[in-house]
């Protein structure tokens, strides 16, 4: 297989940890590229018209995308206890904390290309507060279900350490902490894993 | 069950697509309510700290979101053929095909967002033509694989039919069936379907 990531995308590093969890990692090449909404980038647009990373090539040559599709694909190849659990009702508490997390990245991602990529005097303070609200108030979410966290390892986990983990690297002025110490209990923790440990944007 | 959605959103119009398709409907009341990124919804916020529709309450009284969970969660309540497709290959090509449709659409709404929310003077050029190309190369992905949306209904079919819909309903000017015929042949015999007449959007 070859994972088509980029070093700072936290979607693409779901992906990376659940291989690295799996014990799929050796079967993984890894290929770094970079995407921008407002740049094209042919090789990664070849493979996914979306213009985004994680991309997973499969060894049948298939391309598989999102982030969700391909952690579901990579939990279907091994033998370890399934990253997504398989009856209800924990399948739908992870699934349901996993997009809290993917949404938080959402809201964070285009916080980021707004300040960051679109020029100074087409940001609108409206859209920032916005997406900051969105990203605020998940963490209050998470936080107040961080009792679902703990446990056997699962996709809610790994999505949720590493939408934290993208605070930490983009958004450090949100001191998250401060409003989330279950969070951050479980975040000390958890970053220490090799997974996380391996995988952190620099 | 009781599923906040807005008559506009694809997304939710997913859901309830799903809900007709698999005989849920006479169990579920409709909310309607209206979100937009940057004006706070307090009903839905309560729900989801992400402030998106589709909501869907359950009759243990949890809130499920976004539209995949929720989607996958009501094809677990029915005892009609699944969905989702359940085995490999068929299962991959499905959640893959849904993926391009649900990144057309996530492509499609901040195009909307910029262009009939954010003030004329904070709208970038760029940002547009970016999630346009994004859009656009959907259609052609979509078109290509065109014949993996025939035969037994599945969440690509939807997906694909909604996200057509919303072009349709928002996008006119695209004219995007003349790019993709196969997709318009597709689209013009899925249209005809209950669960798309009577959500379709006004």
């Not at 291989?19 to 980038?41: F, I, K, Y």
């Not at 703990?150 to 958004?171: E, M, N, P, S």
């Amino acid at each position: 297989m070859q994972l088509i990531h980029a070093p700072a995308s936290p979607f693409a590093r779901k992906v990376r940890v659940m291989a690295h969890e799996t014990g799929l990692l050796s079967r993984m090449q890894l290929l770094d590229t970079a995407v921008l909404p407002t740049s094209l980038n042919a090789q990664v647009n070849a493979l996914n018209p979306l213009g985004k990373v994680p991309v997973l090539l499969t060894d049948n040559g298939e391309a598989l995308f999102d982030s969700r599709v391909i952690c579901e694909y990579l939990d279907s190849l091994h033998d370890k206890p399934p990253l997504y659990p398989v009856d209800a009702p924990a399948r739908w508490r992870s699934l349901r904390l996993a997009a809290v997390a993917d949404g938080l990245l959402d809201a964070a991602l285009l916080v980021r290309y707004e300040r960051a990529v679109r020029p100074t005097e087409q940001q609108w303070d409206a859209w920032v507060d916005g997406q900051t609200g969105k990203i605020q108030r998940a963490l209050l979410t998470l936080e107040a279900q961080a009792g679902d966290l703990q446990g056997t390892l699962d996709i809610a986990q790994i999505t949720v350490a590493c939408a934290l983990g993208y605070l930490d690297f983009r958004f450090a002025e949100l001191d998250w902490r401060s409003a989330a110490p279950a969070l951050a209990a479980f975040h000390a923790v958890f970053a220490t894993r090799d997974s996380m440990r391996l995988t952190a944007p620099v």
